[in-house]
């Protein structure tokens, strides 16, 4: 089976700060993983995925994340907020890229002027 | 860039009623899914469909549920009688059988139980 955690369901930065949003996750399989953006009623775009290859992933927005097996995690990073970047973050797994996506519980990311 | 898409954008009906979510999955896709996320709450996977059948479907999807593939192009979820906990987002999903490609999600349909 497989599962997400994100740590903090709400993360607050000020505007310029480093963004952090932690995601740790549980596969029985080497896992495809993602980050889900979403802005308010809105649907789901796909920051970026990891399945396999190189472990520090880069996507949209100057946001990276990287996988770290040994810790089975899949940090979001950006160097630097924007106020654009306020938002609902998703991490989620998946055992394919066809099986069902397991979704974190969420965090919402505020940014501070 | 091709995209999934759903109708209607929102949909609002009486408790009791059958309703019907449509979707228009990416044109060389093979697999499509549904997921339904409450207000404030995460994403839940609800059925997945491969072949023209279900290949799985969570605890969620019930006997009030059901999916189907009418013709080449649309992937519809239905709702028997609708209850208010089924007030949600749907999003549409699909994906192909490529290795390295992700789940291509739709905008949502907001369901409004009444």
């Known amino acids: 089976a497989q599962s997400v955690t994100q740590l903090g369901s709400h993360v607050s930065v000020s505007e310029g700060a480093l963004v952090l949003l932690r995601c740790n996750y549980s596969?029985?399989?080497?896992?495809?993983l993602f980050w889900y953006v979403q802005y308010p009623n809105q649907g789901l775009q796909l920051l970026l995925k990891?399945?396999?290859?190189?472990?520090l992933v880069k996507g949209i927005n100057g946001f990276e994340a990287e996988f770290k097996k040994s810790e089975t995690s899949f940090h979001l990073t950006k160097p630097s907020a924007h106020m654009s970047d306020a938002a609902e973050y998703f991490c989620?797994?998946?055992?394919?890229?066809?099986?069902?996506?397991?979704f974190g519980p969420g965090t919402s990311l505020s940014v501070i002027p | 860039e091709p995209e999934v898409t759903q109708t209607p954008s929102h949909q609002v009906t009486q408790m009791g009623q059958e309703v019907i979510l449509r979707c228009v999955p990416i044109?060389?896709?093979?697999?499509f899914y549904w997921y339904r996320q409450i207000l404030g709450q995460k994403v839940e996977f609800l059925v997945s469909?491969?072949?023209?059948?279900?290949?799985?479907k969570s605890e969620i999807f019930d006997d009030q549920f059901s999916v189907e593939r009418p013709d080449g192009s649309n992937f519809t979820l239905k709702i028997r009688s609708t209850k208010l906990e089924d007030s949600a987002m749907y999003f549409c999903?699909?994906?192909?059988?490529?290795?390295?490609?992700?789940?291509?999600f739709g905008p949502g349909t907001r369901l409004t139980v009444l």
């Open positions: 999903a699909s994906s192909d059988i490529a290795g390295y490609n992700e789940q291509f």
């Open positions: 990891y399945t396999t290859g190189a472990t």
């Open positions: 469909f491969y072949n023209n059948e279900i290949s799985e």
């Open positions: 044109s060389n896709h093979l697999y």
């Open positions: 596969s029985s399989v080497p896992p495809y």
């Open positions: 989620a797994v998946s055992a394919t890229s066809y099986d069902k996506v397991i």
